[in-house]
C-alpha cells in the first residue's frame, strides 16, 4: 500500500512537471508575442503621429504665405489709393 501511494506521488509530480514547463513556454511565446504587437502599434502611432504634425506644419506655412501675400495686396491697394488721393485722381 505504501509503495502504491508513493508511486501515485511520483507519477503526479512528474505529470505536473511536465505539464508546467510546457504552459511556461507557450506563455512564454505569447508575452514575447504580445510584446512585439504592442512594439509595432506604438511604431505606427508614432509614424501617424509624426505624420500628422508635418501636415499641420505644412498647413501653417501655407496659412502665413496666404496671410502675407493678403497683407501686401492690402498695402499696395492702401499706398494706391494715398497716391490718387494726392495726385487728385480720386475717382469719387
Known sequence: MKKSILLLAMLFTISTTFTSCRDTKNTEEEVEQEANELENDIDDDA??????????????????????EET???????????????????DM
Open 47 to 68: 509614424n501617424s503621429a509624426m505624420d500628422d504634425v508635418e501636415d499641420a506644419a505644412e498647413d501653417t506655412g501655407d496659412a502665413i504665405e496666404h496671410a502675407a
Open 72 to 90: 501686401g495686396d492690402a498695402v499696395e491697394h492702401g499706398a494706391q489709393e494715398v497716391e490718387d488721393e494726392v495726385e487728385g485722381n480720386d
